[in-house]
């Protein structure tokens, strides 16, 4: 409803402009673009956000006459929430280097914070670097439950929404961001009085994609030495046979407050940030 509402509220300001301004905007196809990229909403939820759009396009092309190809229909948002029509906080993103999504999207934290949380924590840290990063903002349930998933199929949808993406993107990293099931011992290590949540990769032993976590393992323990190393799997490949940039990241367990997981997060960060810096040196070798 609120998307709705909204919508309205900025059809009606286009029409009152016209009305009251006296501006042809047949003949002002940029002041209408500039109006819609500027008005800080955005539509990030693909089937409804279509309806709107097309409900728009419908009365610009019948009552003003402006051809609907001056609106741009995509947008990546950057926003620090979860949210289907919202406000957009940095701008559009048109270049995007890194994805992170989480498949377990329910997984929390001894405080009740979760994995979603932990990615868009990523995200801050990653765009304050000058890497463009977008977390996945479609509804897994929705999509599990339309499809009839079961918890354990959820790599179903998010190898839906990750292949929609890599249509359109050619990411330099991906990350399906998850925490662990295991004791605190395991999970947790202290180094000069400071509390980190361990870090450990999950990868399929048989693509490629394992030098890619072999490297940030490496990295990340030159640094400081806070990962559980690169579990190997023989058989599921967690969508990382999609792309060869593809990793599953596991930060922390269920006994970790997100104190300790923003600790970690934040050498994480670091750490992504080197490895694109040596990437993106050696593709201009």
Do not use: W
């Not at 990229?37 to 610009?60: A, D, G």
């Not at 490496?218 to 990962?227: G, L």
């Amino acid at each position: 409803m609120k998307k709705i509402i909204t919508c309205i509220i900025l059809i009606f300001v286009i029409l009152g402009i016209n009305l009251t301004s006296k501006i042809n905007l047949k003949e002002n196809k940029n002041f209408v673009n500039d109006l819609l990229n500027t008005s800080n909403y955005y539509f990030c939820k693909e089937k409804s956000s279509n309806k709107i759009i097309n409900l728009i396009n419908r009365i610009l092309d019948i009552k003003l006459n402006i051809p609907s190809t001056i609106i741009e229909k995509k947008f990546y948002q950057t926003a620090n929430y979860n949210v289907e029509f919202g406000y957009i906080q940095n701008s559009v993103i048109s270049k995007p280097r890194v994805y992170i999504y989480s498949t377990h999207y329910t997984e929390a934290y001894s405080d009740l914070k979760t994995v979603v949380d932990a990615s868009y924590l990523l995200q801050e840290y990653l765009n304050s670097y000058g890497i463009d990063t977008i977390v996945n903002e479609r509804s897994i349930k929705d999509y599990a439950d339309i499809n009839n998933l079961e918890y354990k199929d959820y790599y179903k949808a998010t190898r839906k929404f990750l292949s929609d993406m890599l249509k359109e993107n050619n990411f330099d990293l991906i990350i399906d961001l998850h925490r662990d099931a295991v004791s605190y011992d395991t999970s947790h290590i202290k180094i000069d009085d400071t509390d980190y949540a361990k870090i450990m990769f999950v990868m399929n032993e048989n693509l490629e994609n394992i030098n890619l976590a072999n490297k940030l393992d490496d990295i990340i323990n030159n640094k400081i030495n806070i990962t559980r190393g690169v579990y190997h799997k023989k058989i599921d490949t967690f969508n990382q046979d999609l792309s060869k940039k593809a990793i599953l990241v596991e930060v922390g367990g269920n006994y970790n407050n997100f104190k300790e997981v923003t600790n970690s997060i934040k050498v994480l960060s670091e750490a992504i940030k080197e490895l694109l810096d040596e990437e993106k040196q050696r593709e201009n070798i």
